[in-house]
């Protein structure tokens, strides 16, 4: 490497540094923001699922109609606050004068806030990591609608906070079996089975519904002899 590319190089690297410290404030003032408004909220349930539903996709009324029932039982619902599937759960929960919360986080497509977020409860982040800390401090459960590469993140990250004990033991619910049932036979035969990387007990913390019946029953269930608080 001659002498002038190196310099550059290293004056890159200098740079890089010096924006990497002044990040750091806008990171703690993310996670300030986060707690400061989501403690205040009281007990949650985080909805995921695609940007890409529209009106009229059974995943979006299914969405919809979950929200509403979990928020008529006094939960509040927490989504990442865009289209989608997320836009159907904050919909829901307005529609029963419930608590809805949108964690919106920027990106150069695709993300835009809907408008069923209360006033009062709608976050902007710029980093996914804070966000979920966010999603995942403060929610009492986990619905899991169908998604693509962002939910499957969310899925996986939430899986191993409870598998790892890094969290509260907390209901986290796949819905859809048509959409999930390949993942989770995959799941138990080659990472379980052929591959030995999770336990057999690692598979029951997840529970397959199909109906909003099932999902707000298990909720009601789990929580007649569970506490709620916040996760960590």
């Not at 001659?2 to 993310?30: C, G, P």
């Not at 990472?191 to 007990?201: D, G, L």
């Amino acid at each position: 490497m001659n002498d002038s590319l190196k310099n550059l190089k290293e004056r890159d690297w200098t740079e890089t540094r010096a924006h990497s410290s002044w990040q750091i404030f806008k990171i703690m003032a993310e996670f300030v923001d986060g707690f400061e408004s989501l403690a205040k909220i009281g007990p949650c349930i985080s909805i995921f699922g695609s940007a890409r539903t529209k009106p009229g996709n059974r995943y979006y009324d299914l969405a919809q109609e979950i929200a509403h029932r979990l928020a008529e039982e006094g939960f509040g619902i927490i989504t990442g606050g865009g289209p989608g599937v997320m836009e159907a759960a904050n919909k829901g929960a307005q529609s029963a004068n419930g608590k809805s919360v949108g964690a919106n986080i920027t990106l150069p497509h695709e993300q835009y806030p809907n408008n069923f977020i209360d006033a009062d409860k709608r976050l902007n982040f710029d980093y996914f990591f804070v966000r979920k800390v966010m999603f995942t401090k403060y929610s009492q459960g986990f619905v899991m609608m169908p998604g693509g590469f962002g939910t499957m993140d969310e899925f996986f990250e939430v899986a191993t906070l409870i598998q790892t004990k890094k969290m509260e033991e907390t209901p986290m619910v796949l819905v859809g079996r048509e959409y999930w049932s390949g993942l989770l036979e995959w799941i138990r035969t080659v990472m379980m089975e052929k591959e030995s990387n999770i336990n057999p007990a690692d598979l029951d913390l997840l529970q397959l519904f199909d109906t909003a019946d099932e999902v707000v029953e298990y909720f009601r269930v789990f929580y007649t002899t569970n506490k709620l608080r916040p996760n960590f």
